[in-house]
């Protein structure tokens, strides 16, 4: 079956690193997104990996994945209080009828100055 | 470019009332999306639309209806809707099936009481 699991909550204070983790157990997973959803809006896309890296850096962001572990983490460098938000991580099978995304329930940054 | 659009942003419904939500996108997708948020669950897949013309059941499907009305629109119903639909219903829409990003609305926050 497909269950993607993140912790609830996370506060740091600005400028610290974050990390947010995430667990997710099918094995067939292509792709896993990290996606973005800031108070009283809709979801935005921050990255993404493909499932035979192991890593990805884009600017602040990394994102590392563990697939003998089936564990997904994002690091956010220098976190600003503007990261504030619910990131949550999703995973995608390759399905012709459609992308097929299991999110897991978000993770709650809180960023205090 | 609007991208992805939905109609009301907040809606009150009373047990057995029926409504639509609207969702249309100005991308040219040929994918489309309906995910309900509940707290602590992240967004559960309802129903998608892989291309114009087809539908298909998603996690939760009970107690909603679609429709593809055409490669812009795609519409979400409850016939007779139910407290546990209270909900915030989000339409997304990506280029096509496979591991392509998704767009999302701003979302639809529903009540019923």
């Known amino acids: 079956g497909e269950d993607v699991e993140q912790s609830l909550f996370l506060s740091v204070r600005e400028g610290d690193s974050s990390v947010i983790n995430c667990t997710y157990t099918d094995s067939s997973s292509t792709y896993l997104y990290w996606y973005k959803q800031e108070p009283g809006a809709g979801l935005q896309l921050l990255t993404y990996i493909f499932s035979n890296m192991d890593m990805k850096q884009d600017q602040r962001l990394t994102v590392l994945l563990n697939k003998k572990d089936k564990h997904l983490s994002l690091r956010i460098a220098d976190t600003q209080t503007g990261d504030s938000a619910i990131y949550f991580c999703?995973?995608?099978?390759?399905?012709?009828?459609?992308?097929?995304?299991?999110f897991g329930g978000g993770t709650r940054l809180m960023v205090k100055p | 470019n609007a991208g992805v659009t939905q109609t009301p942003k907040f809606q009150v419904l009373k047990t057995g009332q029926s409504m639509t939500l609207q969702c249309a996108q100005d991308?040219?997708?040929?994918?489309m999306y309906w995910y309900r948020q509940d707290p602590g669950m992240g967004l559960r897949l309802i129903y998608y639309s892989a291309s114009e013309g087809t539908t298909d059941k998603g996690e939760v499907p009970n107690g909603y209806n679609v429709s593809r009305l055409n490669k812009r629109e795609f519409s979400l119903r409850l016939e007779s809707a139910a407290p546990s639909q209270t909900s915030v219903y989000f339409c997304a829409s990506s280029v096509q099936g496979g591991v392509y990003e998704q767009y999302f609305g701003p979302g639809t926050r529903l009540t019923v009481t």
């Open positions: 999703a995973e995608s099978r390759n399905n012709n009828a459609g992308n097929m995304l299991t």
């Open positions: 991308m040219n997708h040929n994918s």
